[in-house]
């Protein structure tokens, strides 16, 4: 399936030559997210949300969410679906729109492959998700490397700023997650964990820049 990293760093696109240890840029300053959601919204990790990022080909994708962290056993049986999951709770993410970090995790090879392309994202890219009756529009501004065998790695994913475990969220972000398994396999790297995701994960770290009515 899928797996994470140890050091920050692009792992495709333009950015690959130079990592991104930096922190995601910020987001446009054409745009701006709203003040946040109504107070009659329905609870954003409650509801299954539907994802979009035109660059890649991904329309309509299912979002579940599910009260875990990212590649457990229940989430990993979400994506088995073809479908994309969002952990939410202690070590989970937020949900969409909400300031933090919203966590999309999704198969690359298998299932589909619905996130197959994920590496392929270049900052500036468009992320739609759709809930509730909301579209939020992420940007993408970094990626980041994930690794299963580290804890401090996984922390760094699952932060409400990624990358910065503590750190008091002031936006919304989004991390988009799928497995390095082509990657690892060519380094030699065979390792599996009990729901044999590989060592490596690659995220997409976004910001939201703007919602309307769906």
Not at 134 to 162: C, D, K, M, N, W
């Amino acid at each position: 399936m899928a797996g994470t990293a140890v050091v920050l760093l692009a792992v495709t696109g333009p950015a690959a030559a130079a990592g991104a240890d930096a922190p995601p840029t910020a987001p446009p300053a054409a745009t701006a997210p709203s003040p946040g959601p109504p107070s009659d919204r329905t609870d954003p990790r409650s509801e299954t949300a539907e994802l979009g990022i035109p660059s890649i080909g991904v329309r309509d994708l299912h979002v579940v969410p599910y009260e875990g962290t990212t590649d457990d056993g229940p989430g990993t049986r979400i994506q088995d679906r073809g479908v994309a999951a969002s952990p939410y709770g202690e070590d989970g993410g937020v949900g969409p729109g909400e300031v933090g970090n919203y966590l999309v995790t999704a198969h690359r090879l298998s299932a589909g492959g619905p996130f197959r392309d994920l590496p392929a994202l270049d900052e500036g890219d468009k992320v739609l998700v759709t809930e509730g009756g909301t579209v939020y529009e992420y940007r993408i501004t970094g990626t980041r490397q994930t690794s299963f065998r580290s804890e401090h790695s996984l922390a760094e994913q699952r932060a409400a700023v990624p990358g910065e475990p503590g750190e008091k969220p002031t936006r919304a972000m989004i991390t988009l997650s799928t497995c390095a398994t082509p990657e690892d396999d060519a380094a030699g790297r065979f390792w599996r964990d009990a729901h044999h995701n590989p060592e490596h994960r690659i995220d997409k770290i976004g910001v939201l820049v703007s919602s309307r009515p769906a």
